[in-house]
Nanobody
């Protein structure tokens, strides 16, 4: 069992930065693929970024590539999402997810555990 708690959301201006954190409980954190998804009002949840257990592989949605960076610290059982050059269209609730046997990192149904989400709002 893994419990995930996101933090770091808030209000930012366009062009600004925010850093999201996701603290995980459980001794097997290092075995999980970790992902970030987001859901804007009236829209479906969408993939943002993912990272392999060893940090050797990272994946990004085209819409955030070059602006967002995902990283993890297995010793601290925490995954991060550094968001730079924020845009109003990045406004959404951001969710952290953990998956033990994730093959298609962009698919939300392949992740086993989810956090409660943290709100990010970007003003123009």
């Amino acid at each position: 069992q893994v419990q995930l708690v996101e933090s770091g959301g808030g209000l930012a201006q366009a062009g600004g930065s925010l850093r999201l954190s996701c603290a995980a409980s459980g001794r097997t954190f290092s075995r999980y693929v970790m992902g970030w998804f987001r859901q804007a009002p009236g829209k479906e949840r969408e993939f943002v970024a993912a990272i392999s257990w060893s940090s050797s592989s990272t994946y990004y949605a085209d819409s955030v590539k070059g602006r967002f960076t995902i990283s993890r610290d297995n010793a601290k059982t925490t995954v991060y999402l550094q968001m730079n050059s924020l845009r109003p269209e990045d406004t959404a609730v951001y969710y952290c997810a953990a998956g033990h046997r994730v093959v298609r990192v962009t698919r939300s149904d392949e992740y086993d555990y989810w956090g409660q989400g943290t709100q990010v709002a970007v003003s123009s």
